[in-house]
């Protein structure tokens, strides 16, 4: 398994743990997932922890541009889960349009975690990108 980590922030990388850059198959790459640096159809699986789902709601057509790049940079058949979705966010409208809105191109759903999963958050969401239509950058 060939791990590769995303992060915005350039001087991380430069500081990056050393534990980090020993592990075998992992690598860290600059970037935001509103454009993220891969060709289209890249991964089988992508995980946002405390990521898209946490910091861009209140930006909505960011938001709606980092979900199409996910999107657009799994495979057909891949998966992304996205980890906590808080419940303010689960009842957003803005959330739920957001997806409506590109379910020509995945399938998603909520997954509600048991107690001992849970901290402040009570789902995950995992999208499933579907085969046919791309979409690209």
């Known amino acids: 398994i060939d791990i590769i980590a995303l992060n915005p922030d350039q001087s991380y990388l430069k500081n990056k743990p050393k534990n980090f850059t020993n592990e075998k198959g992992v690598s860290m790459v600059s970037g935001m997932a509103q454009e993220l640096p891969f060709k289209d159809e890249t991964f089988d699986m992508e995980l946002g922890l405390y990521s898209a789902t946490y910091y861009l709601p209140q930006y909505d057509s960011e938001y709606r541009h980092a979900f199409k790049e996910i999107v657009r940079t799994l495979k057909p058949g891949g998966k992304a889960y996205f980890y906590p979705i808080f419940e303010?966010?689960?009842?957003?409208?803005?959330?739920?349009?957001?997806?409506?809105?590109?379910?020509?191109?995945?399938?998603?759903?909520?997954?509600?975690?048991?107690?001992?999963?849970?901290?402040?958050?009570?789902?995950?969401?995992?999208?499933?990108?579907?085969?046919?239509?791309?979409?690209?950058?």
């Open 88 to 137: 303010d966010l689960y009842q957003s409208k803005l959330f739920r349009d957001l997806l409506s809105d590109l379910n020509q191109f995945a399938d998603f759903h909520f997954e509600e975690l048991g107690e001992e999963e849970r901290d402040s958050a009570r789902f995950r969401l995992v999208l499933v990108k579907k085969s046919g239509e791309k979409l690209v950058k």
